[in-house]
Nanobody, 124 residues
Framework: QVQLVESGGGLVQAGGSLRLSCTASGRSFSFSTYAMAWFRQAPGKEREFVAGIDWLGLSTYYADFVKGRFTISRDNAKNTVYLQMNSLKPEDTAVYYC???????????????WGQGTQVTVSS
């Protein structure tokens, strides 16, 4: 009964910023034992990896197209992972999904749990 709930999406102009949050809950869910990640999916496209973070937040991983613009972080005390998105581009428009896994998550098949997603739209 693990739930991941994203928030913080919206409509922004190119060059703007958004901060996404994903809060986990569940009777048997121990947040600190899960690696976390963000994926995104645009209409007609496959779901793609955006950023990942290990159990303690000591290591982070980014897709090439967001390096230098996005930052992933986590607060285990709040069961929350964040994605700070700066210098947004129209091609960043997608539904952004939070994911959790017992191993480092960098691909779709490594995720054990998914949120429902939050829409990010970047206008030019």
């Amino acid at each position: 009964q693990v739930q991941l709930v994203e928030s913080g999406g919206g409509l922004v102009q190119a060059g703007g910023s958004l901060r996404l949050s994903c809060t986990a809950s569940g009777r048997s869910f121990s947040f600190s034992t899960y690696a976390m990640a963000w994926f995104r999916q645009a209409p007609g496209k496959e779901r793609e990896f955006v950023a990942g973070i290990d159990w303690l937040g000591l290591s982070t991983y980014y897709a090439d197209f967001v390096k230098g613009r996005f930052t992933i972080s986590r607060d285990n005390a709040k069961n929350t992972v964040y994605l700070q998105m700066n210098s947004l581009k129209p091609e960043d428009t997608a539904v952004y999904y939070c994911a959790a896994g017992t191993r480092v998550v960098r691909t779709v098949n490594r995720a054990d749990y998914w949120g429902q997603g939050t829409q990010v739209t970047v206008s030019s």
